[in-house]
């Protein structure tokens, strides 16, 4: 790579051996033979991080705008950054994330060009929390999942994506369940504001009655009064579904405009 570029490299120190494949990111981008597990906004893809290591996953995010390669540079965290440090943190505070391994930088002229974060590959029976009706040992589960809201909401623990497919989770012989949780940019630590906390509430049920049984759930963890917190989880539902509504009328109004339609 030329000299007009800067690379920052940050390798969990347990995990010295990762340093490599970062550096080869840093200096080519996706190695040839990456095993692609998502291609969207962003791009996941599976490699081979060497020995004592194994499979890793790359998380390689999306070339930022001009505006937001400065804003990245010079005055807030890349995503990447943020995911690593988070996960650290979370770990830290006895929570489950794959294990973090390493973030890179690529930068020139003060403008972020592109950046990786790299973490442990889950086992392959992990699953995810889309489509409850589906689950299986579902009231188990979300009793589950209720106890895991309030270990995060009284740990102050802000989890701002905390959407079914962000949630994963395992079951083991004993039929306890663990938890995992990925896509970790977008987090907060500390917060003490109830009502934000119960934000969570707005994106991982999908419709009014698992509203009522997540609800439930956390509850019966919490102590809380069902009631309450069944009234509290529906307001911050119906809110998340008004503001995503209006969005798609919106979108829907500037296309009509845009193409010259009434």
Known sequence: MKNRYKTRI???????????????LALDGEPAGARVIYDGRNRLYVVDGGEGVGEVVVKDFH????????????????????SYEN?????RLGFGTPEPYAYVE????????????LCALLSADHRDMRYFDKQPHLPELLDALGHEMVRLHRAGVLVKDFSPGNVLYVRD???????????????????????????????MP??????????????HASGDDVAAVTAEAHAQFDAFWRQVNRKRRLKKALKRLTSGRE
């Open 206 to 219: 999908c419709t009014p009655d698992e509203v009522d049984m997540l609800a439930a759930a956390y509850a």
């Open 10 to 24: 940050v390798v969990n120190p347990q995990y010295p051996g990762v340093g490599k494949l970062a550096e080869l």
């Open 173 to 203: 012989a004993e039929g306890v369940y663990h938890f995992s949780h990925v896509d970790l940019n977008r987090m907060e630590f500390g917060v003490k504001s109830h009502s934000r906390l119960m934000g969570n509430f707005r994106a």
């Open 106 to 117: 690529v930068s020139s002229g003060g403008r972020l060009l592109r950046s990786y974060y």
């Open 87 to 91: 996960a650290m943190e979370l770990r």
């Open 63 to 82: 070339r930022p705008s001009f505006v937001n390669s400065l804003v990245y540079t010079n005055l807030r965290k890349s995503k990447a950054r943020r």
